[in-house]
């Protein structure tokens, strides 16, 4: 089966700009979680979805936002670009089951 | 709330010693625990995991046990191998939510040296 799978790469953005960022996760898995993980910072959990619904969300400013689509593929969305946003940003998906995720190989965000 | 505390690296092994990562954690009510790893450049692969006390999980020659008594889940390996290196992430789920979200601990990277 496919994995989850996460789009862009890489994506470099200039301070003050918005980006998109976009994971489609495993055939018949509901949920979809983002991570971000900042150089040295470990994985800093970000937003939780399923079946449409945003269920629970970490502790960061409202202009990190997201949504999942009926296909349950997810887009997380940065506006207003700052520096110490640049981070890996890792997708997950589960069945809601409880047996942990299956992650994507995330995309790389660069503010310049 | 939920925690998981592990040993700061890096960790620096030749091949074949024998290896050990700590891992404690703190949760409401009864957790599951992981470990995941990351190889460079790629994203978290779920390397084990284990759901009740006593539980060993296993997999690639590495294992942890669930010890409830001392809220550990310690990684262990008998002989690593340079394709070993990677950062390795204690992780666990609780009751609350449903199990479904995963705090992670802040990663211990680990290098094998020849």
């Known amino acids: 089966e496919a994995g989850v799978t996460q789009s862009p790469t890489h994506l470099i953005k200039t301070r003050g700009q918005q980006a998109t960022l976009r994971c489609s996760p495993i055939?018949?898995?509901?949920?979809v979680y983002w991570y971000q993980q900042a150089l040295g910072l470990g994985l800093q959990f970000l937003l939780w979805y399923d079946e449409g619904e945003e269920r629970n969300r970490g502790n960061f400013p409202p202009r990190f936002s997201g949504r999942q689509f009926p296909n349950y593929s997810s887009e997380l969305n940065v506006n207003a670009l700052e520096l110490e946003d640049s981070a890996l940003y890792l997708c997950?998906?589960?069945?809601?089951?409880?047996?942990?995720?299956?992650f994507g190989s995330g995309t790389r965000l660069t503010v310049v | 709330g939920n925690s998981v505390t592990q040993m700061e690296g890096p960790v620096t092994l030749s091949e074949e010693a024998f290896l050990t990562i700590n891992c404690t954690y703190t949760?409401?009510?009864?957790?599951?625990l992981f470990w995941y790893v990351q190889y460079p450049g790629e994203g978290l692969q779920l390397l084990l995991k284990a759901t009740k006390a006593d539980d060993k999980g296993s997999n690639k020659g590495f294992e942890a046990t669930y010890r409830k008594e001392t809220t550990s889940f310690h990684l262990e390996k008998g002989s690593v191998q340079v394709s070993d290196s990677a950062v390795y992430f204690c992780a666990l789920s609780s009751p609350e939510g449903g199990y479904q979200k995963v705090t992670f601990g802040t990663g211990t990277k680990l290098q094998v040296i020849p």
């Open positions: 997950a998906s589960s069945r809601g089951q409880g047996g942990g995720y299956t």
């Open positions: 055939s018949g898995h509901t949920s």
């Open positions: 949760a409401t009510g009864y957790p599951s």
